[in-house]
C-alpha cells in the first residue's frame, strides 16, 4: 500500500502536513486558518470530508491556529499530548469531549493501516513531540521544531525512507537581523529551532541510512532562504558521498501553500 504525503503549509507563520493512504487520512497541525487548511487540501486533490483526525505536534500558535474550527466544522477527533492539550485547550476553543484525545511519546498506535509513532522532541513546548508513519514496510517522519540533534529524536527518524525535516534559520542571517536578543537566544538554544548547518548534518546521516526523500521545511522568512537552505544542504550530502537529487530526492517545503503530493511504498525502498 501507497503512503501519500503532503506539507500543505511549512514555515514559522503557519504549519499543516497530510498524510494519507486508502484507509486512513490524516491532517497533522493546523496552523493555517481552516479555510486556508481546507483550500490546500482539495488542492491536492484530498476531500475534507475524508480526513479520519487531526494530530497536534505542540500548542504554539503556527501549529494550532485552524484545529478547532476544523474539529468542529468536520466533526475530526484531535490527538495531542497532555501537555499539548493544557497548552493550547482556552486557544482553540471547545472541543467534543469524544474528539479529546490524549496520546504519549513512544507509544504508538494505528489509524487505518497506518502505524502512527509520537516521538518527544527538544522545543520549547510543554510535551512536544515528533511523529512517525508506518504502512506496510514504508516510513515517513515529520522532524520539525527541533533545538538541537538528540539520539532520541534522531533514533525515530534514521532510516525512515523519507523525512520531512526542519531548516528553519541560517546563523549569520539570525544573528544580523532585527529580532530582539531573547529571541534569538530562544531561536539558538538546545530547545529552540535547528539550524541550516545542522539539518545538513542530519540529511547526509539520514540519506546514508536508507532515507530516498528529504524535504526541508519549517525556514524562517526573517532568517532563512529556501535557495540558502537547499544549497546548504546539498554541501553536506555531497561532503558524505551522497549525490542530492541523483541518490537523495531534495526539495524545500513552501510556507505559503502546497508542495505538491509526495507517496513511499514497499516497492519503492
Known amino acids: 500500500m501507497e503512503l501519500r504525503f503532503s506539507p500543505l503549509f511549512s514555515g514559522s507563520s503557519g504549519n499543516a502536513i497530510y498524510v494519507g493512504c486508502d484507509d486512513a487520512h490524516i491532517l497533522v497541525d493546523a496552523g493555517m486558518s481552516g479555510t486556508r487548511v481546507i483550500q490546500e487540501l482539495c488542492r491536492v486533490g484530498v476531500d475534507p470530508r475524508r480526513l479520519s483526525a487531526i494530530l497536534v505536534t505542540h500548542e504554539h500558535a503556527d501549529h494550532i491556529k485552524g ?32 474528539n479529546r484525545i490524549v496520546i504519549e511519546a513512544d507509544r504508538d498506535f494505528f489509524m487505518g493501516s497506518i502505524d502512527v509513532t509520537p516521538f518527544s522532541i527538544p522545543h520549547d513546548a510543554a510535551e512536544p513531540v515528533g511523529f512517525t508513519f508506518g504502512v506496510d514496510g514504508a516510513k515517513l517522519a515529520i522532524a520539525t521544531d527541533l533545538g538541537c540533534i538528540r ?24 544573528r544580523a537581523g532585527p529580532y530582539p536578543y531573547e529571541l534569538k537566544q530562544r531561536i539558538l538554544s538546545r530547545k529552540g529551532h535547528l539550524s541550516n548547518d545542522d539539518a545538513g548534518r542530519a540529511a547526509a546521516e539520514l540519506a546514508l541510512h536508507g532515507t530516498r526523500q528529504i524535504i526541508l521545511g519549517h525556514l524562517s522568512k526573517e532568517n532563512n532562504f529556501p535557495e540558502l537552505a537547499m544549497r546548504s544542504c546539498e554541501l553536506y550530502l555531497q561532503q558524505a558521498g551522497v549525490e542530492p537529487h541523483e541518490d537523495v530526492m531534495l526539495c524545500v517545503a513552501r510556507r505559503d501553500g502546497t508542495t505538491g503530493m509526495f507517496s513511499i511504498s514497499a516497492e519503492m525502498v
Do not use: C, Q
Not at 77 to 83: D, S
Open 67 to 98: 484545529i478547532g474550527i476544523l474539529s468542529r466544522k468536520l466533526d475530526l477527533p484531535v490527538f495531542a499530548t497532555e501537555g499539548t492539550w493544557r497548552g493550547m485547550y482556552a486557544k482553540i476553543g471547545p472541543i467534543a469531549d469524544k
Open 151 to 174: 539520539e532520541g529524536w534522531f533514533g525515530h527518524v534514521l532510516g525512515a525512507d523519507a523525512v520531512l525535516l526542519e531548516s528553519n534559520y541560517d546563523p549569520d542571517m539570525l
